[in-house]
């Protein structure tokens, strides 16, 4: 059964940084893309980045181009999210999402995932 645990979250003031984990077990995961996906109070939930682990290439949303990168450690199953130059509008529940095989155009959409994490809850205030 494949489970991700995300970690790192917290409080920071604007302009800090954050690095978030999220940590995958349960599957060998040679073949899946996995993503992090971010929710606001009363907003919809909405596309961050995404990273296969096979090749590592990425791709990241306009918003957060330039300031978040994603990466994996493929030998520890793990993907992260570097957060720099945070605003107050980064504030959201940051959730990580696997899919095993999923096409690159379909990356963005949280519905190519099935398997998804608790969350971490990341707050940008001074």
């Known amino acids: 059964q494949v489970q991700l645990v995300e970690s790192g979250g917290g409080l920071v003031l604007p302009g800090g940084s954050l690095r978030l984990s999220c940590a995958a077990s349960g599957d060998n995961f040679r073949e899946y893309a996995m993503a992090w996906f971010r929710q606001a109070p009363g907003k919809d939930r909405e596309f961050v980045a995404a990273?296969?682990?096979?090749?590592?290439?990425?791709l990241h949303a306009d918003s957060v181009k330039g300031r978040f990168t994603i990466s994996r450690d493929g030998a520890r199953k793990t993907v992260y999210l570097q957060m720099d130059m945070l605003k107050p509008e980064d504030t959201a529940v940051y959730y990580c999402?696997?899919?095993?095989?999923?096409?690159?155009?379909?990356?963005?959409?949280?519905?190519?995932?099935?398997?998804w994490g608790q969350g971490t809850q990341v707050t940008v205030s001074s």
């Open positions: 999402a696997a899919k095993k095989g999923a096409i690159w155009s379909a990356l963005p959409s949280q519905s190519t995932y099935v398997h």
């Open positions: 990273v296969r682990l096979s090749s590592g290439n990425s």
